[in-house]
């Protein structure tokens, strides 16, 4: 990757577009139809196909499916027509497969891309994740402390009373306590059924998205792609591999991660020049859904680059429908 290493970037940039737009329109032509495995699948080819025709050495070291037996583009699935950059590949090609099988809002198609190397390579388990805003001191929030103090500590530093911080947690039983403990400050909980790369993504804009604090467990490859985001819009997100089997703590081991209690830090779970691309399949806060109009498919596609700090929104018109809605 050496001289022309940014220049390639800069086009790939744009190039990823491309991919979880198909991936997208293959999903959401499924829209609705109760079938997540389906729905997912679709996504998966339609992102393996796209990948497969740019010009890149790409490694998946996020994939998503062992955990839930998806049908997946799997860790260390080589993508790409070669000879290009060698790069890391994190994919969620159907991020809300419940969603998109209910028609529900929030299901994107998701991809991070960065040098080799730059992500944390992980097994699909899950990941207990903080997440807030940009502009706070750094270390303001830590995933070891306790949720009162971390919304006392938001609270303060946002200069409110902390009956008017939001935390955005995953809607599941496990987070029961954690659920409770933030409402005895005083705080709000906005309860999402699936969805948290998004959930994430909106602790950077609170005036808009009226979020403050992500907290809870998610999936780990959801927290990698996460990350790569907030690499390119700033905040502050924390993590941890819940490698609570043996046979996990096996699979993270071989995957390189000595420390199974390792507490990473943003660049930890995406460093260097990371671009994520997001499509959405079904309309969302984040994202507007897939469009089926008469000789037109339109999508909503937005480009995070960290390199730059640049957010590019596009929206694509797709008049060859029948090549894409395959
Ligand atoms: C999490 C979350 C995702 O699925 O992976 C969740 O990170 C699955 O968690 O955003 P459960 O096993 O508790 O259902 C999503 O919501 C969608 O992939
Ligand atoms: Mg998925
Ligand atoms: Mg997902």
Redesign the pocket.
């Known amino acids: 990757m050496q001289g022309s290493r940014s220049v390639v970037a800069r086009t790939l940039t744009l190039e990823l577009a491309r991919v979880t737009e198909r991936a997208a329109i293959a999903a959401a032509a499924l829209r609705g139809q109760g079938n997540e495995k389906a729905a997912d699948q679709a996504a998966v080819d339609a992102m393996r196909a796209e990948l497969n025709a740019l010009p890149i050495d790409g490694t998946v070291v996020i994939g998503?499916g062992e955990?839930?037996r998806a049908p997946m583009l799997f860790i260390g699935e080589r993508l790409g027509s070669g000879g290009g950059p060698r790069v890391d590949l994190a994919v969620?090609p159907?991020?809300?497969?419940?969603?998109c099988a209910k028609d529900m809002p929030g299901a994107i198609a998701i991809m991070a891309m960065a040098e080799r190397g730059s992500l944390l390579a992980a097994p699909d388990v899950?990941?207990q994740?903080i997440a807030i805003g940009p502009g706070y001191p750094p270390g303001l929030v830590d995933l070891d402390a306790s949720p009162a103090d971390n919304i006392a500590a938001l609270a303060r530093a946002k200069g409110v009373p902390t009956s008017q911080i939001v935390a955005i947690v995953?809607d599941?039983p496990?987070h029961g306590d954690l659920v409770a403990a933030i409402r005895a400050t005083g705080a709000g909980v906005r309860l999402?059924?699936?969805?948290?790369?998004?959930?994430i993504i909106f602790t950077n804009s609170p005036d808009e998205t009226g979020v403050d604090i992500y907290l809870g467990?998610?999936?780990?490859?959801?927290?990698v792609i996460a990350a790569g985001a907030l690499r390119c819009i700033g905040g502050q997100m924390q993590g941890r591999l819940i490698l609570d089997t043996l046979e996990k703590r096996r699979r993270a081991q071989d995957m390189g991660i000595g420390d199974p209690n390792r507490k990473y830090e943003l660049t930890d779970l995406a460093r260097g020049d990371v671009t994520v691309a997001a499509t959405g399949v079904t309309d969302g806060a984040l994202l507007r859904g897939v469009r089926f109009k008469p000789g037109v498919i339109e999508t909503e596609t937005v480009v995070y680059r960290s390199a730059t700090g640049t957010v590019r929104r596009i929206l694509g018109e797709h008049r060859r429908a029948e090549r894409n809605a395959d």
């Open positions: 998503e955990r839930d969620d159907l991020e809300g497969t419940t969603l899950y990941m994740k995953l599941r496990r999402i059924s699936d969805g948290d790369i998004a959930g467990i998610g999936a780990a490859p959801e927290g």
